[in-house]
């Protein structure tokens, strides 16, 4: 998921896109060409998709054990999990997962990721692909098949936990307006599964593609592929007229400290003069201070 401003192409995608070819596909398994071919043609009214989606929220919300509503406080990853396993059931007959390999598919949860909402990690097994004792997995169309690619699926908490909070304004995820922190949750799960499906079986994928914005728009009905969701850049702005480059003051140790907002991605970084701090491009001598928005104040205006 990225940001860039771009919607999908609105022309309809020219005939026969081209990396499409089965020769690219990952494994002659049947099951996997089904799932290929699925990927290619399927066609689904958009009331039906909407339908599907729509079991899913309700079936993540009912299973899990950390959400207790639709603007869920705690997430845990295994409802990532459950949520990707409903999209299985309801768009691919539960055969994706198993397909890939359940045990090859992890996901997690991160609060790191301040400005991307999902990613999909494609790790490479570490070694090279021809070391010998590779391990070598019955694929389910019966081809042994050896492929040592592991891959996670991650959402960033703190934007979705940002989304339907303190700032209030419409959000929007994939093009697809959303009415709760689920349904965003949902919407960057779905396009980091189209990336999973796109690395898994051709090898490669950009948002950027033809390939992969035909595949979210047929299965998922979206209409772009960027998130529109509250960066605390945002946060701070709204809701405590802080900005990079704006003065700040905030209480350390008891003393009264005064700086400028350097950078903000989950804390504020507070630049504050210092003949013992490091240099900075500007000459000074500056030390970092790492401060939540929420400790920072304006100086008052003289
Ligand atoms: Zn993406």
Redesign the pocket.
């Known amino acids: 998921?990225?940001y860039s401003p771009n919607k999908f192409s609105q022309q309809p995608t020219p005939a026969g896109i081209a990396p499409l070819g089965a020769a690219t596909v990952t494994t002659g398994s049947d099951t996997a060409m089904a799932i290929v071919d699925h990927l290619r043609r399927s066609h689904l009214s958009l009331a039906e998709i909407r339908q599907r989606q729509r079991r899913i929220h309700s079936e993540v919300l009912q299973l899990s054990r950390s959400m207790n509503s639709a603007n869920f406080t705690r997430l845990d990853h295994d409802d990532l999990r459950r949520m990707a396993m409903l999209y299985d059931r309801e768009f691919f007959g539960s055969r994706l997962l198993p397909t890939i390999g359940r045990e090859r598919v992890k996901f997690g949860l991160s609060s790191r990721m301040t400005r991307v909402a999902?990613?999909?990690v494609t790790r490479h097994g570490g070694g090279r692909s021809r070391t010998p004792g590779l391990r070598v997995e019955d694929r389910p169309g019966g081809q042994p098949f050896s492929d040592p690619r592991r891959f996670e699926l991650v959402l960033s908490t703190t934007l979705l936990f940002q989304a339907f909070a303190d700032v209030d304004r419409p959000i929007s995820v994939t093009g697809l307006r959303c009415v709760d922190r689920l349904e965003a949750m949902q919407r960057v799960c779905e396009?980091?599964l189209?990336?999973l499906m796109e690395i898994y079986f051709w090898h490669d994928?950009?948002?950027n593609g033809s390939r992969?914005q035909d595949i979210a728009t047929r299965l998922f009905g979206h209409t772009e592929?960027r998130h529109d969701l509250i960066t605390q850049s945002e946060r701070a702005a709204r809701n405590f007229d802080i900005r990079v480059g704006s003065a700040v003051e905030f209480w350390h140790e008891g003393k009264r400290i005064s700086g400028w907002v350097n950078r903000i991605t989950r804390r504020a970084t507070v630049l504050v003069e210092d003949d013992r701090g490091e240099r900075f491009s500007d000459g000074r001598t500056y030390r970092r201070y790492y401060v939540p928005l929420e400790k920072l104040r304006r100086p008052p205006s003289t």
């Open positions: 998921m990225n999902g990613k999909l396009h980091e189209v990336h994928s950009s948002c992969f592929h």
